[in-house]
């Protein structure tokens, strides 16, 4: 990777401070004693937090990784070089790194046992890549404003996208294991169409039947009721006539009644066959019963086939409804997909912004160091203008120290001096406190001698007083 930035060398009070504000250092008391005298594990634990953290914060090169089988079998003790193998992986990726921002030449003595002007210089390195990537994020910061939440819809986005295909996956996945059960569905849904294709004209068959039997069956009941009704008839009348030749004479009576045996015996036969006939009438119609009866089955069964039926388009139907949904998800993801498409034309324009950001920078800094030449220039033009007056302000220093001890010199002495006065002072406060104390005595003294000669003097007073009043 190009880079644009320099890498100076730091002070040690510098690079603990950075290290303890990017969270890089390895023990929380780091000081900068411990990097002017640095340690053998100092380098290696900086380095490896710095990759983690920084290089690669996911994890996805793992310096603790497990070797493959042929490495593993390629040693004896594979245990023994762990550490080693450990330190070799540390070393590759620091110095990759390293070579990546333009810092070549990181050998494995620099790993484990740097001098300290090294130590710094590689410390240097990272830290100033810290801060120039500092710098960079600075600058995108108002790029990524315009965006807010970028990354955030990007995961969501992603995140949906995932569950849809995930979903694809399991429909085509189920849409497979039933694809079997559907094949044998259809194939069982065919064969019940055919056979209640067959059921139905069989049934129709059957009720052609049904009703022709029904139609026999009425004509015979009609026929038999009106010849029994007309035989009836005829009986009455033979019996009507036969009440009415009664009365005549004998012979005629034994002859009718002769006739009239015979006539019974007739009806008799006529009546056993048709009783006959009408058994077997009952018979057919029972033979018919029983075959209403087996259609009546069929019925219910090609009413269950029918249900089955209508449970296998249901199936069909939701069969084709998982197709659109599925093809309503594709259609989806193909939205989505547009979407990632276009986000990643926006990231490559804000990379080429970001680009065209820092070339100007760029530019803006190469001016910025033009003039800084220049005023370095007239700064070191004006300094040697300077250097004159330099002297004249060192001579006045010059005077103004000896002004200064002439001053001092004269301070001690009036100090001296207020010290002898102070003293004098305290004397004369001293002598003024003692003759203070003493006068006060004689003032006690004259008051104590006037309050005797009051009270002598009254005394005297009262004395005349008391003779005047005895005489």
């Not at 690079?15 to 002017?36: F, M, Q, S, V, W």
């Not at 193998?85 to 590759?92: C, E, Q, S």
């Not at 620091?94 to 002007?117: C, K, N, V, Y």
Request: net charge negative.
């Amino acid at each position: 990777m190009a880079s644009n930035f320099s890498f100076p060398p730091l002070a040690p009070e510098q690079i603990a401070e950075a290290l303890h504000t990017y969270g890089l250092a390895p023990t929380a008391n780091l000081r900068a004693e411990d990097i002017a005298n640095p340690q053998p594990d100092l380098l290696p634990a900086v380095i490896s937090n710095f990759l983690a953290t920084v290089v690669d914060p996911t994890g996805v090169d793992d310096l603790d990784g497990q070797l493959g089988f042929d490495a593993l079998a390629s040693l004896d003790n594979p245990e023994h070089y762990m550490e080693g193998i450990r330190v070799l992986r540390l070393h590759k990726r620091a110095s990759a790194f390293l070579e990546s921002i333009q810092f070549p030449g990181f050998t494995l003595r620099d790993l484990l046992r740097p001098d300290p002007r090294r130590l710094v210089q590689v410390l240097s390195a990272l830290i100033n890549f810290l801060y120039y990537r500092d710098d960079k994020l600075a600058l995108l910061q108002p790029i990524i404003h315009e965006f807010p939440n970028l990354d955030e819809r990007c995961m969501e986005l992603k995140a949906k996208l995932a569950e849809h295909q995930k979903a694809i996956a399991d429909h085509e996945l189920a849409a497979q294991m039933e694809e079997p059960m559907v094949q044998q569905l259809e194939a069982e849904v065919n064969s019940l169409k055919q056979k209640l294709v067959e059921y139905n004209k069989k049934q129709l068959a059957l009720r052609a039947n049904a009703t022709a039997i029904n139609d026999k069956k009425e004509e015979t009941h009609r026929k038999v009721i009106a010849k029994s009704d007309f035989e009836l008839v005829k009986l009455a009348q033979e019996n009507s006539k036969l009440l009415s030749k009664i009365v005549q004479s004998p012979e005629k009576l034994q002859r009718a009644l002769e006739e009239k045996k015979t006539a019974r015996a007739e009806l008799k036969n006529a009546e056993k066959i048709a009783m006959q006939s009408v058994q077997e009438k009952t018979a057919t119609l029972e033979i018919y019963s029983k075959g209403y009866e087996k259609l009546s089955k069929h019925s219910t069964k090609i009413q269950a086939l029918q249900e089955q039926v209508t449970a296998t388009k249901a199936l069909e139907k939701e069969v084709k409804a998982r197709k659109t949904k599925i093809s309503d998800e594709s259609v989806e993801i193909m939205a989505l997909d547009t979407k990632i498409i276009e986000w990643d034309g926006k990231v490559h324009e804000m990379e080429e912004h970001v680009k065209a950001k820092e070339k100007e920078r760029d530019q803006i800094v190469a001016d910025e160091n033009q003039k800084l030449a220049a005023l370095s220039s007239e700064v070191e033009w004006k300094l040697k203008c300077l250097e004159p007056r330099e002297r004249k302000v060192e001579e006045t220093i010059a005077k103004a120290t000896k002004l200064c001890a002439e001053v001092d010199s004269t301070r001690t002495d009036a100090a001296e001096e207020l010290q002898l006065i102070y003293a004098k002072f305290q004397q004369i406060g001293h002598a003024f406190t003692c003759y203070k104390d003493n006068f006060k005595s004689f003032l006690e003294q004259v008051d104590e001698v006037s309050k005797e000669t009051l009270e002598s003097l009254d005394r005297q007073a009262v004395e005349p007083l008391d003779t005047s009043a005895t005489l």
